[in-house]
């Protein structure tokens, strides 16, 4: 098999199949999503039944897609863990760390296969070792109750076989057939043969003699040929045989009597059983495989079967007393396995909730889209309507006013859609936080609120960065090595509480940490160090500020974790390019909270819509602190060009707008008699303009996608007079002002 | 051409499998667990079931039993996919009142032979 060349081998016969590959890449992904959460979440002292069977679930879906689509690295690796997770699911293993650790490993393999199949371009990964380590956790020895090498302990080696064994002392091995496997085969796997009489009911039982270890009576109705052929599946032909007791079987012959008329029609006995073709046609119970290789294939005389069979003439109503007999004794079989089941099934369906549907991103957009078109055409609308005489026009207005109803109703359920649980950030974080804490020799757990939190898609993919930051800040800077937290009062395992909830019309995002706090005292002092203005009854608050400065870090020790120290600033950054804004506060000793305020969502915004000249201009309202109508006494001059405002004590650099912008204005009308005094990145400027309009809800346009991308304006919206009015970018007017 | 009443939990699966069919000119109606394909059976009458073993709220053995005691399924094909073939799993099936079975991973080819089969063809 050549796996280097990224392609897959696939068994499609000549039909292309790699137009599904992408709904497989994404359901693969989802099942290592899945099996990543149950494994983090398993207690290793008491595994759930449940759990393991989800767990089990996972891979053995991915494992027949991959094996579908020919992806022969995913297919044998998901095998062992199959294998794995098969045995203990059936408690055949007792589940220890280790096999945890190395199934989360495997899982991070096949993530790096998958996304290998799916273009990235990295080399294949080498699986052979990790797969041999999961092959040796399958057939740990340390489990107390596994089989152990050697003949004496086969009796006692194995509690299952007991029910369906029986041991005779006699000498004499009862059974219409002897059951014999070559000296060559190890003892685990003729346990495992043996087991086979447990687990299909009706095949048989085994009587053992104390002093033989190779040799088994097997009292049973089935016909030896199809015993054969089960024990085919685990043994080579050469490994076993099956005799009559008292003589040995032919097998190419009709086979004997309790069994009724066998036609078995089966090539010489030295060939492998893979290549029979048998028509044993018994019991009703299996019957034609039509493919040589057994892929597939017919129930005799099942309903719904076409009605053409070479099939020998048989004695009908024999063969259908024995259908009777033997199906009689399965379904108490039967009625437990499935059930076993879907039980489990339904108590993981439990959890899935409604039904769903997956609809592509862009087609959710496109239709946010629409709907913030409409929204627009109907504020129009109720602008002309505006002028319309109430009497008059009485069935008009009142339309109007249904109709502005149901497009605020539209927009609020379309934005609905868009929105996700805050889950689906804070499930990253389990993994890492145990990979870096494990790497950082320091103990930690993560607790989570609000879980259920919705924000924004377009939020969560810009959120997620940044907060992944305040994490691993959180546990490399934060938390104290546990001798360090003992020593403090505190308990060794350290505490990252992720928090969502919704506040007015944001969402407040928090990480609060039970570590050793900020220090006001070091934190000034790298302030002095690094030149950053600072004075000494400046408030708390202020002085945790300071972090976000850029160049700012007290770490001691550079990791190679965080970073050198450019972390908060970008943070900041990135969460203010999102109209948001991030603070936090600290107690030296008791720890840290790090609160991100984000707006629900980019679509929509509050502006404040400004006047300049003939044109309209959009500030964020979030980011407005005042409006002030201007007496020239409070104008300071500082030089020729820089002015400053002074209110209350302080000196607000003055941003001329229509500096920024280009101005026409009517003539005789001066203008600037207004100023808006407004926040970001932590500076404050005041924005000298004709008039304050007003504030409106506004939808969001992107500049960029319909025009191009024009430093200082951050997007654009239409009136409800169906002007465009651009939307300023506040953090690009507080760098023009402060030059 | 016939109408296939198909049932798997892996959506990747149910696109080849209808793909497939589709494109020999049957009929293909999805369906994505046990529960959700005995729905759907009940809601119209399918030429032939093909469903897999292994899926959550009901597994294809407890389904293939569900159907066969609509009088309308009774001598309805129904095929179980089968990941191994195993004789264990294929005696549950013929219990169940399957007509036949698949084994998984299954070639799109082989999948249109036996629905001709199947069909009488």
């Given at each position: ?22 709904v ?20 290793t ?10 767990i ?17 690295d ?188 066998t ?86 369906a ?27 055409t ?78 924004d ?44 909830q ?75 390019a ?55 006494s ?39 008699t ?66 | ?13 149910r ?14 109606m ?6 959700d ?6 809601r ?30 009774a ?34 080819q ?12």
């Open positions: 098999m050549n796996k280097s060349t990224g392609s897959a081998e696939s068994s499609d016969g000549g039909m292309d199949l790699s137009q599904f590959h992408g497989f890449f994404d359901e693969a992904a989802e099942n290592l999503g899945s099996m990543e959460e149950l494994l983090l979440a398993l207690d002292d008491a595994p759930a039944n449940d759990d393991l069977h989800a089990f679930r996972c891979a053995h879906s991915i494992k027949g897609g991959a094996a579908t689509f020919g992806f022969a995913l297919t044998e690796l998901t095998h062992v863990m199959e294998t794995l997770l098969d045995r203990l699911r059936r408690h055949e293993l007792v589940l220890i760390p280790a096999m945890v650790d190395a199934l989360l490993e495997s899982k991070d393999m096949l993530t790096t296969m998958l996304g290998r199949h799916a273009g990235s371009g990295e080399d294949s990964p080498d699986a052979s070792a990790m797969a041999a380590n999961l092959r040796r956790l399958c057939e740990s020895t340390d489990q107390g109750n596994a089989a152990a090498v050697g003949p004496a302990s086969i009796a006692q080696a194995d509690p299952v076989a007991a029910s369906a064994t029986a041991t005779d002392l006699s000498g004499r091995l009862p059974g219409q057939y002897i059951l014999s496997f070559a000296q060559g085969v190890d003892e685990t796997v003729i346990n495992d043969a043996l087991k086979l009489f447990d687990e299909v009911i009706g095949l048989g039982r085994i009587h053992r003699s104390a002093d033989e270890t190779r040799r088994f009576g097997v009292e049973t109705e089935t016909p030896a040929s199809e015993i054969a052929d089960l024990l085919g599946f685990h043994l080579k032909a050469d490994e076993f045989s099956i005799e009559s007791n008292g003589a040995p079987v032919e097998l190419s012959q009709a086979v004997d009597v309790p069994a009724g008329r036609a078995a029609a089966l090539a010489p006995t030295t060939g492998p059983v893979s290549n029979v073709i048998a028509e044993v046609l018994d019991d009703g119970v299996i019957a034609r495989p039509v493919a040589p290789d057994g892929s597939w294939g017919l129930f005799a005389g099942a309903a719904g079967a076409p009605e053409k069979h070479n099939l020998p003439t048989i004695d009908e109503s024999r063969s259908d007393d024995r259908a009777e007999a033997v199906t009689a004794e399965r379904p108490a079989a039967d009625s437990t396995a499935p059930a076993a089941g879907s039980k489990a099934g339904a108590a993981s439990a959890n899935r909730g409604d039904a769903t549907l997956r609809v592509s991103v862009d087609k959710v957009d496109q239709l946010i889209n629409l709907v913030g078109e409409l929204v627009i109907q504020a129009m609308l109720a602008q002309t309507g505006r002028d319309l005489d109430p009497m008059v026009h009485q069935q008009m207005v009142g339309t109007l006013a249904d109709l502005e109803r149901n497009t605020r109703l539209l927009q609020e359920s379309v934005m609905a859609i868009r929105m996700i649980p805050m889950s689906v950030v804070f499930n990253r974080f389990p993994r890492m936080l145990r990979d870096l804490a494990k790497k950082l020799d320091k103990e930690v757990e993560m607790v989570t609120v609000g879980d259920a939190t919705e924000l898609k377009g939020m969560i993919e810009k959120i997620t960065d940044p907060l992944t930051h305040l994490v691993r800040n959180a546990v490399d800077h934060a938390i104290e090595m546990p001798e360090q937290r003992i020593a403090a009062g505190k308990k060794p395992v350290g505490t990252i509480t992720l928090s969502a919704h506040r007015g019309g944001s969402i407040v995002i928090e990480v609060r940490d039970d570590g050793r706090g900020l220090s006001r005292k070091k934190i000034l002092a790298k302030a002095v160090e690094r030149g950053v203005p600072t004075s000494d009854n400046m408030t708390d608050e202020d002085v945790w500020a300071l972090i976000f400065e850029p160049g700012f870090s007290t770490a001691e020790v550079v990791t190679e974790v965080s970073g050198r120290g450019v972390g908060m600033d970008v943070v900041r950054k990135n969460i203010q999102l109209n948001g804004s991030v603070t936090l506060s600290s107690a030296e000793g008791y720890g840290t909270c790090v609160s991100v305020r984000l707006p629900l969502t980019l679509a929509i915004m509050d502006g404040m819509s400004i006047g300049i000249g003939t044109d309209q201009y959009i500030l964020p309202l979030d980011s407005v602190i005042e409006s002030i109508n201007l007496n020239p409070q104008i300071k001059r500082v030089t020729e060009s820089n002015r400053v405002l002074e209110i209350r004590g302080e000196y607000i650099p003055i941003l001329p707008l229509q500096d920024v912008v280009q101005v026409e204005r009517e003539p005789g009308k001066e203008g600037n207004t100023v808006i005094v407004f926040e970001a990145e932590g500076k404050r400027v005041a924005l000298m303009v004709d008039e304050l309009i007003g504030q409106h809800q506004i939808v969001v346009k992107n500049l960029e996608r319909n025009y191009r991308k024009v430093p200082g304006i951050s997007g654009a919206t239409i009136m409800g007079d169906g002007r465009v009015a651009l939307i300023l970018d506040v953090a690009y007017l507080v760098r023009r002002a402060r030059h | 051409m016939a109408t296939i009443l198909a049932i798997d939990d892996s959506a990747s699966i696109q080849i499998v209808s793909f497939t069919l589709r494109s020999a000119g049957h009929e293909v999805e369906a994505v667990d046990g529960k394909g005995l729905q759907k059976a009940q119209a009458q399918y030429d032939i079931v093909l469903t897999d073993q292994n899926m959550p709220e009901m597994d294809g053995i407890t389904l293939i039993r569900n159907l066969r005691k609509m009088p309308n399924y001598a309805t094909p129904i095929l179980v996919l089968t990941t191994e073939s195993s004789t264990e799993m294929k005696m549950a099936g013929r219990t169940a009142g399957a007509t036949g079975w698949l084994v998984k991973p299954f070639d799109p082989r999948l249109l032979t036996v629905m001709d089969t199947v069909l009488d063809r």
